[in-house]
């Protein structure tokens, strides 16, 4: 079909900023003069539709948005929460720019920050003093399926020096193994990286007593399961207690942080099942601990608890659940590609902390390792993961994956005596892993499973490296 030269005029003008108006532009068939000039214009039109959609771009080095995870003091009764964190790394670059700034859309000229501070280090970040409240999911995603592809939250990060040359956003990744599917469907499970939430569902209090949205020992995150998802995580470190005191079977599983009950888990699975239904994503779901009430005083596990459990997960995920006799290849191995499980469309890996249990039920997959350092001492913690990652993953292993579990654990004294809190200690922490990701860890890491993970740019950097690690087999 012939392309009017008024049409294409016309979209060219309103995609550069211009109007035009129809009444001097008549229709003609296009000349050779006519079609060379409209096909000019298409260029135009498909390098400003591109243009449009970067959301990332630099010629040397990277900067990115974060969320800072403590509240800020700002005087009595007065806290600063979610402050947006800007953070940058110039280290390959021969020069590195002199200024970075926060900005509400995509940077291009810095009249336009928000605000504006001088980068004096070749790597290192900036706490602001503006909030990133709370917004909706972009492109659709705030309650159900939107648009494939990465979307931009509002903060966006510039750097530069009289020119913006580098610049990032805060973004989600909901279909990002989808969107690099050519690329990393080759790959085995056990090479992937992937970004994952260490007490998962321990997001904001759901009990008749409490709907706490912080707390200092007991909170790990600060998003719910549906936004995880929709950010780029892909593991969830589940903690499930059994409360036989609920008249309904379905309503006494929750998800515990040790033995403070946090939320139900059956909605949490619906959201999960959602999830999977609407994309062609795989998760990774680990019940990794309970905490109360499936096992007996001396230990034995109570196997109607179990069962239960069980029965509930293939209710609401049975048809996504990826039999693990079916797919898993043995200790030693790296387990199946992600071509195979797309293929089949079985794309929830369970796996279970109990080996009693999994012997009886074949579907179940056995023990993810968890690369656990229990020390409330940042240093110790990456001492210990460089070591672990390192050695990782240990041929005799029954899993194909391992999870880094990258954050300090509290003694019972730091809680007794209100000392720190799970936000500081991110705080601490988080930069540091994405540093550590992005150097030491980059070749082994499998699943790194942090706390407040929008502190971190793991999700981003996971994809990054698992579409690497593809193009080097």
């Known amino acids: ?24 532009l008549p229709y003609r068939t296009p000349s050779l003069e006519t079609t060379i000039k409209s096909n000019r214009i298409m260029r135009i039109l498909k390098r400003v539709s591109a243009e449009k959609l970067i959301i990332e771009k630099s010629i040397c080095g990277k900067v990115w948005a974060t969320v800072h995870s403590p509240a800020i003091r700002l005087g009595v009764g007065r806290n600063l929460l979610d402050a947006i964190e800007l953070n940058w790394d110039f280290s390959s670059c021969a020069n590195f720019p002199n200024q970075i700034g926060l900005f509400d859309s995509r940077p291009t000229s810095w009249d336009n920050a928000l605000a504006v501070f001088p980068i004096e280090t070749i790597y290192g970040h900036i706490v602001t003093n503006i909030s990133l409240g709370e917004p909706d999911l972009p492109a659709g995603w705030q309650s159900g399926g939107g648009l494939r592809g990465p ?35 080759k790959l085995r499970i056990g090479e992937l990286a992937i970004a994952g939430t260490h007490n998962a569902g321990a997001w904001r209090f759901e009990t008749e007593i409490s709907t706490v949205s912080r707390d200092s020992f007991v909170l790990c995150q600060d998003r719910s399961i549906w936004a995880q998802l929709v950010y780029g995580i892909r593991y969830f470190d589940f903690r499930i207690a059994y409360y036989d005191f609920y008249p309904r079977l379905e309503d006494r599983y929750w998800l515990n942080h040790n033995l403070i009950r946090v939320r139900p888990l059956l909605p949490l699975l619906r959201e999960i099942k959602a999830f999977l239904d609407l994309t062609k994503e795989v998760v990774f779901l680990d019940a990794h601990h309970f905490p109360v009430g499936f096992y007996d005083p001396n230990g034995a596990p109570i196997r109607s608890v179990h069962a239960g459990l069980l029965e509930l997960m293939h209710r609401e995920l049975g048809p996504h659940i990826a039999t693990a006799t079916q797919y898993h290849t043995g200790a030693g191995t790296r387990g199946p590609t992600l071509q195979t499980l797309i293929d089949n469309d079985k794309r929830l890996i369970f796996s279970y902390v109990d080996n009693t249990i999994v012997a009886e039920n074949n579907w179940l997959w056995p023990i993810l390792p968890h690369l656990w350092a229990n020390t409330n001492s940042p240093t110790e913690l990456l001492k210990y993961l460089d070591r672990a990652i390192g050695t990782s993953p240990q041929p005799s292993a029954r899993s194909p994956m391992f999870s ?6 509290p003694t019972v004294l730091d809680i007794l005596f209100l000392r720190g809190s799970l936000r500081e200690n991110a705080d601490a922490v988080n930069r540091n892993i994405t540093h550590r990701l992005a150097t030491l860890w980059r070749h082994q890491a499998n699943i790194v499973s942090t706390d407040f993970f929008l502190a971190n740019d793991v999700v981003d950097l996971s994809i990054q490296i698992s579409v690497e690690r593809s193009n080097k087999l």
């Open 404 to 409: 880094a579990m990258a954050q300090t654990t």
């Open 1 to 24: 079909m012939a392309v009017s030269w008024v049409s294409v005029a016309f979209l060219a003008a309103t995609a550069l900023g211009a109007s035009i108006g129809l009444s001097f």
């Open 151 to 185: 979307h931009c939250l509002w903060p966006w990060v510039g750097a530069g020096d009289q020119y913006i040359t580098t610049f990032n956003c805060l973004k989600i990744q909901p279909t990002w193994m989808e969107d690099y599917g050519d690329k990393i469907n």
